[in-house]
């Protein structure tokens, strides 16, 4: 149960439900961790317009984007930004099902691209605490990326820092359609 009680969407100002209709729209469904940001108004306003920004079409493309996601939170130990990320992947963002359930073996497979095992080393080395990024890694990124790209990808690792230690510090309880997605692929890279 989560440490802070999420807002009920039917309390909330007009200005505010447009936030959740976002969410829903990006999602497939309204997040609790956006409810219980509902209850500082601000705030919300703040992540929102950097989530807004970090999945706007880019130089990145929106499967990437959501398997750094993913590996980012899996470092940082998130497992209700793993769910959600899981399920964006697959649902939302076309990441084929096989190359999801086989991206801990990024390094190995022949689904990941050199560019994409160079952005998925860096999201697990940058989730990691202490942070384990190295100049080595952006060596590795620029051999693929150009500065835009590289500042997309650390959009996603930044704004997934902040999301990991907000709902894995409150205990965010986990929505019906992540929580399903992470139960039909249980034991499969979530």
């Known amino acids: 149960m ?12 007009a200005e505010m439900r447009e936030s959740l209709a976002y969410a829903e729209s990006l999602m497939g469904f ?8 509902a ?14 920004v970090v999945y706007a079409p880019g130089q990145l493309d929106a499967g990437l984007k959501r398997l750094v996601a993913h590996v980012v939170s ?18 939302l ?3 084929d099902a096989d190359k ?14 050199e ?17 384990e990024s190295t100049d080595a890694h952006f060596v590795a990124l620029r051999e693929h990326f150009g500065e835009r790209a590289i500042m997309e990808l650390m959009g996603v690792i930044s704004l997934f820092g902040l999301l990991n230690r907000w709902n894995q ?20 890279a979530v």
């Open 39 to 52: 209850n500082w108004p601000e705030f919300l306003a703040a992540v929102r317009s950097v989530v807004s």
């Open 93 to 95: 963002a076309g990441v």
């Open 2 to 13: 989560s440490r802070i009680t999420p807002a009920a969407p039917e309390t909330l100002p």
């Open 115 to 131: 560019a994409e095992r160079a952005a998925l080393r860096l999201a697990m080395a940058a989730g990691s605490v202490p942070n």
């Open 30 to 37: 309204v997040a609790n961790d956006v409810l219980t940001m």
């Open 74 to 91: 899996h470092a940082a130990g998130c497992t209700y930004c793993q769910a959600h990320t899981a399920h964006g992947a697959v649902e």
């Open 169 to 188: 510090t409150l205990a965010t309880t986990l929505e019906a359609k992540p929580a399903a997605f992470v139960s039909h692929h249980a034991n499969e």
């Open 100 to 113: 999801f359930r086989a991206v801990w073996s990024f390094e190995t497979d022949d689904r990941f691209s």
